[in-house]
């Protein structure tokens, strides 16, 4: 294992080409100020121990002295063994929501970026502690397994993304299952390291804006509770709510839902507060001054502490003897040479020995910094290999898993499930050997591949597709890897049902090799999902424009009944007041004027029943009209699909 114990002294060699720049600047000043006295051709005769070339292998030495003495006081440092130690800590596991509320800017710059920047920082301030991270949503899964390795544990919070997992929710219950799972030993384990872990205390982190909370979580960290396992949460985001950003292109939008008003998130305090008090934690509200993570290191630290031996890279060799070396070698040629060119020079020119002392120069430089930078390639093959090693592990747990479930039996289930675990286990140990391959070769396209079949068997696809990506875009990779690598991505985009971008995929993986049966067969099989993907938009479509028309009936219909009951009871009032009216006159008239009254009144009643029926009548017509229209839509509706469509009546 190769390192640099003051990295931050390399940035010195920054300063060298800022020094070959200034010279060339000078050379040619100088050039121009020779000019001036005469043709250069005349100058070299009035001058033939001047060389141009002398000075420019002085400064060349210089400079090479300079980049040595700065890698001497970076202090190259090499592994050179093993050693066992004791550790005091805690195991912690990190549960962060990733689900698209995490998106919201009331903390800068965003819940889940503020998130990620304050995870990390608090894991610098650990000491000794194991840390963890699941990742969760409408879903769970670990995204790194529990481990003391806090560069590793950094690397993996930064590729945190709410493209992770498709399914939208909160499911914080699923999340505390995996973590206590990291947590607590395995039943196979044996019985010291069982009292290893007996000895060491647990707590699990819960960052999450608390929403489609289940009341299984809170009973969950009550259960957790009982295992000596702590929980405590906090709290991301504003209680007032906020809108989802959505960013598409150059525009910024919000997330709206499907009646097309925008989606308000605001944070759940009181279930992240229930979970925390049934856990035994406490409850902290982030905020751009304080994330919380501090407020949680300062109860974790008050924990018991107990010793947990660990294998671990304890002694390094220091290697600035080699290039200080190089660099006083150098120094001291640079001395020694002169600016006017040396008489022996003409005897070399005669031998035609300059290009071979050049050369051979070049290569003796080239092989010094390849001395420098061979370590970190070979770390990084070690680290490919190692990875390897762990994928064909899984792959084979996996296909005797896969021959169980098809043999059938409850046994073989249970073999089946148990071999499908630690295959899981062994995939995500393999991630991250491809990661640490590809800490300083980002584009490193053999692990970037092997990395995205880890994702891939994890079933993390938006992951996956991410990685095959990388490759598949590098136009100086190998076509075979390439086309290979679009296959690949067809297939993640194929999990994640997005049936365009797979049809794409495909199209370039046989562009780099037309013969790909394989690809063939995937290309049509995407193609009909996309058909029928279409379709059941379109149909979709239809429902809803059918479901207004419907609506809108059912609304006119009710309006009409409405002013029809309005009219109705209208006309009862006038009658009401009439009959008030005749008693009245009842009272205070004859007997003639009675009978004449009764008769007007009759009259008027009459006349009052025929409007009535009229307005019956035409509002029955106007009930079977929109009948009609019903069926003639349901007539097109069935000769368009092909099959009888229902009628829902309101009446």
Known sequence: MFRFENEHYLWGLLVIPILVAIYIVMHFRM???FEQYGELSLLDKLMPERSTGAKALKFSLLMGALACFILTIANPQVGSKLEKGMRKGVDIMVCMDVSNSMLAEDIKPNRLEASKMAMSNFIDKLKGDRVGLVVFAGKAFTQLPITSDYAAAKMFINNVSTGMINTQGTDIAGALDLAVVALLPDEKSDSDAQTINNLTSKVIIVVSDGEDHFNEAAKMAAQLKKH?????????????????????????DYKKDRDGNTVITKLNENALKEIAENGGGVYVQANNANMGFESILDEINKMFKGDVQEITFASYDSKYQIP????????????????????????????QAVKSFSILFVIFIMSVFTNVLSAQTKEELNAIREGNRLFNSAEKLRSEALEMQIQGGELNSREANEKMKEAAKLYQEAEIKYRKAMETTKNYDKANYNLGTSLYRQEQYEAAADAFKRIAEQNDA??????????????????????????DAYKNSLKLNPSDMDTKHNLEYAKQKLVQQQQQQQQQQDQDQNQQDQDQQQNQGQQQNQQNKDQKDKGEQQNQQDQNQDKQQEQQGDNSENQREKEERKQQ????????????????????QNERKTQEKLQKEEQRTGRPVKQEKDW
């Not at 000596?228 to 910024?252: C, D, F, L, M, Q």
């Not at 290979?484 to 365009?500: F, I, R």
């Not at 009643?605 to 009930?623: C, G, H, S, V, Y």
């Open 31 to 33: 050039k121009k100020r």
């Open 228 to 252: 000596n396992v702590t929980t405590h949460t906090i709290g991301i985001g504003s209680t007032k709510g906020v809108p989802i950003p959505i960013k598409r292109g150059s525009t910024k």
């Open 324 to 351: 200080l070396i190089i660099g006083l070698i150098f120094l001291i040629i640079e001395l020694l040479l002169f600016s006017r060119k040396p008489r022996w020079i003409n005897w070399f020119k005669e031998k």
């Open 478 to 503: 190998d076509d075979k890897l390439r086309s290979q690598a679009y296959h690949n991505l067809g297939n993640s985009y194929m999990k994640s049902e997005k049936y365009q971008e797979s049809v």
């Open 605 to 624: 009643q009459n006349q009052a029943d025929r409007q009535q029926q009229e307005m019956d009548k035409r509002q029955l017509d106007a009930l079977q």
